[in-house]
């Protein structure tokens, strides 16, 4: 899990927002779509600057076994992150996932980002 989180940020870092892209699973683009999320990324980018670091400060993992191979029965992580931007500092969270019975990787369902930033300028 820390691992994809990993590859996630140092992607954002180099400003490979497509590569980016393709560590988040079909249930994350459910709700926003692929090219949304690339030009969020961009915007984000913009507004607090250049990622320059990030800390992993809590973490919380949880399976689900539903009956039958339930859809959404598997690993979820919760992975808790403060990052410093050129201009802002800000709090991620990304959720992350890997159905149940599955040797693949982890992959992120969910991103959550605040920074005061967001409100200034």
Known sequence: MEE???RV?????GKNYEA????????????TTRSEWVALLDRVARKLGDLQKYELVAWNMR??????GT???????????????????ASEVLTVFRPAGSSGP???IGH????EGFLKE
């Open 9 to 13: 940020f140092a992607l954002i870092r």
């Open 20 to 31: 980016v892209a393709d560590l988040y699973d079909a249930r994350f683009y459910e709700t």
């Open 4 to 6: 994809l989180c990993g």
């Open 112 to 115: 959550k980002l605040d920074s």
């Open 63 to 68: 399976q689900f076994a539903g009956a039958g």
């Open 71 to 89: 859809p959404g029965s598997g690993t979820y992580g919760e992975m808790q992150y403060k990052t410093t931007y050129a201009k802002y500092a």
């Open 106 to 108: 982890y992959r992120v």
